[in-house]
């Protein structure tokens, strides 16, 4: 618990000047938290690097974070898994996205969960509210993209994997 605690801690003041791209936008730290609690409670998932990685996924990729950081506060296992989660901003946007598609079946068990429940948070949310300045077909194209990532990650949580297969069915039309 205090390990958990810490992670929340430490993303919350590393993501603290950052915003979603929801018309309000809603702190960030709502983001990683939430993710966590769906692993959790919807996931069933109780490995705390697990969690910790949720919490503490987007603080590389997003913050001045580093990946030495990550392992003296958190160990290796938790920094191994964000690694695993993150994309490398070096690249164009275009090969993140295509790079996202096709790493995923060779990740690890433990980043596939973290990228489900990632994925289902960022869908609700497209599904509750379109983000500043995205047209419909850029949502729609969100979906269409998100579920060939998240089809890499099956075969860790099925609990997870049919929540995705609802959102996918409400939300890409034939
Ligand atoms: P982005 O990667 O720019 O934005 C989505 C990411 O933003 C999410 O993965 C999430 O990442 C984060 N995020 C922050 N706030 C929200 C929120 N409220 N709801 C959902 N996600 C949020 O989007 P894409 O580039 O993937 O754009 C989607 C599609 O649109 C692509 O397939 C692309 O081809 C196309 N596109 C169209 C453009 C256009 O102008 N028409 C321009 C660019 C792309 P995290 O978990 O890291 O927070
Ligand atoms: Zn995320």
């Not at 295509?98 to 990740?107: D, F, G, T, V, Y």
């Not at 990228?115 to 077909?137: C, F, M, V």
Request: hydrophobic share 35%; with cysteine; net charge neutral.
């Amino acid at each position: 618990m205090l390990r958990l605690l810490t992670a929340i801690d430490f993303a919350a003041n590393k993501h603290r000047q950052q915003r979603r791209k929801d018309p309000e936008g809603t702190p960030y730290i709502n983001h990683p938290i939430g993710v966590a609690r769906i692993l959790y409670e919807e996931g069933g998932v109780d490995d705390t690097a697990a969690l910790m990685a949720a919490v503490l996924h987007d603080t590389v990729e997003d913050t001045d974070t580093t990946f030495d950081e990550l392992t003296q506060a958190f160990g290796d296992e938790v920094s191994r898994i964000v690694a695993e989660c993150t994309d490398d901003k070096t690249l164009p946007k275009a090969d993140r996205k295509r790079l996202q598609i096709e790493n995923a079946p060779h990740k690890s068990d433990k980043a596939k969960l973290v990228k489900l429940a990632d994925k289902i948070y960022n869908l609700r949310d497209l599904q509750r509210t379109t983000p500043k300045g995205w047209t419909p077909e850029r949502v729609a194209e969100y979906f269409v993209w998100a579920k060939r990532v998240t089809d890499g990650c099956r075969g860790v949580n099925a609990r997870l994997e049919s929540i995705l297969d609802r959102i996918y069915a409400e939300s890409i039309k034939a």
